[in-house]
């Protein structure tokens, strides 16, 4: 989780925005069990960012890359 949370600040900040600017989060996992364990990742940074944005949580069966455990999708405003 840490690093897909990671790889959504990068691509905010080449955007020009940060976490602060989410909106709403989609959140996609081949196993939700051990995601819902690592949630506090994702919650801590949105905290920190002061934002708080409705979020889904879905499980898969796989995503596109069959090594990829998690993928996030997010909707910035800014």
């Known amino acids: 989780m840490k690093a897909a949370v990671d790889n959504l600040e990068a691509v905010l900040e080449g955007a020009g925005m940060s976490l602060g600017n989410v909106v709403h989060l989609t959140i996609y996992t081949t196993d939700v069990d051990p995601m819902l364990e690592s949630w506090d990742a994702l919650a801590g940074r949105l905290a920190a960012a002061d934002v708080a944005p409705p979020q889904t949580l879905l499980g898969v069966a796989r995503l ?12 910035a405003v800014d």
Do not use: C, N, R, S
């Open 64 to 75: 596109a890359f069959p090594e990829l455990m998690v993928e996030i999708e997010a909707t």
